[in-house]
């Protein structure tokens, strides 16, 4: 422990991002924290009152033009590889958040990027993107008052990226992103111009626009709000705000879910057996004995069964600060405790899985695929 | 200055020191000589009869589609930085002169390039590019058997410099290029997909094509026929091939004709007057006196008017043979010589204007400029 608090955090889009202590992230990446803006919220999101988000960058803006009522938008995406999972569900309900709060919503299939970073073909990330997309609007995405478009197929996405290439050294891409391939710094213009399409005058011009990430993202926040004010002069860029939430623990006790730890996460398109399983065998907060866990109360604050619950599923605050208070009183227990949240899972994902079978076809229709 | 043996070959009359220089790229980076294959080519063209086409890559692969009259293309391209001179002049009729063989041949504008290299906002270059383009067209291009276009508004191009994206580390960009800003390799990536386009099925699938270009622009080949390789399996590409030509002294005795010194080159728009004026201040081959020239005669080897009459103005090769010798014996003084070339120069930029006004129309269609 005492070697890993003096590791240095590494916030890598494209690699693996263990946050140890949230709070240096503050002092090294001068990442604001949220919980100071909480008050002024008009009507703060879950993930918002439960500190799952936990800092910003300019945050401000975008809470001033709220509160005002003023245009803003929001944006952010899925890297289209497989079926949603408990992180890409996390982004598009903050997505989805801001929207019902007024916001012109952006959501982007990440398919340059998923094939620069995870050799995704086109042909096959487009048929994924449909499922993604599906879920999306399951969610309650409203079609309407937003846009959903794949970067390979956004002309407009693509030409920021090229005007941007001239604003960038490799010195930055480097110090930003490490060695990579050209692909993926290509990738990372790319999405410069994700974030800032939603000012353009074809979307009614310069906007506050908040990106709410996973903080493995911010290295992309960095570039971009660099590029904004190299590019202020001929484009009136407002720099871009952004949100942070935590990473969530792997179910297996692993610092992150990961694909390629299957017993880490689940997606919700998987059979409910499999989820059902993935939980039983999930790591806890328990104590060895039954008798030790009466005693001394469980340990929520390492608990991914408790996480997932106060993340995604128990969506009621004072049910969750009850099982909180239950697993460190010692009267909830971990196969208890377990039982529960499958069935509340199991009930979410099938009610969802519901749902989506509807959106196929409008998917296909917005990505215009066949 | 070296040997007999040199001398003995009438057509190539000026390869002295230079050659010795352009000897070693053959060796330091594989380009292969391409007089080995003059004999075989059915029409070898100016360029080629006089050695300014001087090396090759893969050339044979594109003789034998000639020889037996298969498919093959030509690419090659522009920056649009400015009017034509006598370097894109000698592409453009590299290009028509493949294209008279029987090539599909392709004419980049390379606006991106431009933007990424030169600064040369997309609003400006296309204007640039109408009149590149009219001028191509003035030279004798045909459009109706080939495709004239621009990087930024060419889809394709675009779509392999994504692709290709992930085939190139930093460190091969680096080892060819140097450090740059990343606009500028992904201008290199954008470049390959040039290059490669041609093979595409849009334009009846993969062929022999070559690309004639100066021998600085050999990085692009070099990187783009290492591409095709590592692509080969998803589009069947064939290596391209390329020739290289000779790169121009300045009129001024400077190494190289450039735009940062106005009188080492003219412009085919420029006025009369100027032209003229840089043709009578021109450095020369001559010696210090009349006497000691008409004694020991001239040295055409190192003279840049020598080398526009060669390189472009002079057609006839017993007439470019005659005014080397006559430099050589003493007959052909400086001034004289000047003088003559002059008033070439001045009929052919006279002609070409008048021509050049019929297409800009033309060029406008082409581009889709208005």
């Given at each position: 422990m005492s070697t890993a608090k003096k590791r240095k955090t590494v916030l890598d889009p494209w690699g693996t991002t263990i946050v140890e202590d949230y709070n240096r992230l503050y002092?090294?990446?001068?990442i604001q924290p949220f919980k100071s803006l909480l008050s002024e919220m008009p009507n703060?999101?879950?993930?918002?009152?439960?500190?799952?988000?936990?800092?910003?960058?300019d945050f401000e803006l975008v809470?001033?033009?709220?509160?005002?009522?003023?245009?803003?938008a929001v944006m952010s995406g899925i890297k289209p590889t497989g079926e949603f999972h408990l992180g890409t569900l996390m982004t598009a309900r903050e997505i989805i958040y801001f929207q019902q709060q007024g916001a012109t919503a952006f959501y982007c299939i990440a398919d340059i990027e998923a094939y620069e970073d995870n050799k995704i073909p086109f042909e096959k990330s487009e048929k994924i993107a449909v499922g993604n997309v599906a879920d999306l609007l399951a969610l309650g995405f409203d079609p309407e008052r937003g846009c959903i478009y794949r970067q390979y197929k956004e002309q407009r996405v693509r030409d920021l990226a090229v005007l941007f290439g001239r604003g960038v050294t490799l010195a930055t891409m480097k110090a930003i992103y490490g060695e990579r391939n050209i692909g993926l710094y290509l990738s990372a213009l790319v999405q410069a111009g994700d974030i800032l399409m939603p000012q353009l005058k074809d979307f009614d011009g310069p906007k506050p626009t908040v990106v709410p990430v996973g903080v493995d993202q911010d290295a992309h926040l960095r570039l971009t709000r660099d590029l904004a004010s190299k590019f202020r002069r001929k484009f009136n860029f407002i720099s871009p705000s952004s949100t942070y939430h935590k990473i969530m623990k792997g179910l297996d006790g692993s610092p992150k879910m990961a694909k390629r730890s299957p017993m880490s996460y689940f997606t919700l398109h998987e059979k409910p057996e499999s989820i059902a399983k993935k939980i039983s065998y999930a790591f806890t907060g328990g104590r060895p004995t039954v008798e030790e866990q009466r005693k001394l109360g469980g340990v929520p604050e390492i608990c991914p069964v408790y996480e997932i619950c106060m993340y995604h599923f128990v969506e009621d605050d004072d049910d969750i600060v009850r099982v909180y208070h239950d697993c460190k009183s010692g009267k909830l227990l971990c196969?208890?405790?377990?039982?529960?949240?499958t069935e509340i899972v199991l009930n979410f994902v099938r009610e969802h899985q519901l749902k989506r079978r509807k959106f196929i076809d409008k998917a296909r229709e917005i990505l215009q695929v066949n």
């Open positions: 002092e090294e990446f001068g703060p999101g879950m993930y918002m009152r439960r500190g799952v988000i936990f800092g910003h960058r809470l001033n033009s709220m509160k005002s009522r003023e245009k803003f196969g208890e405790h377990k039982a529960q949240t």
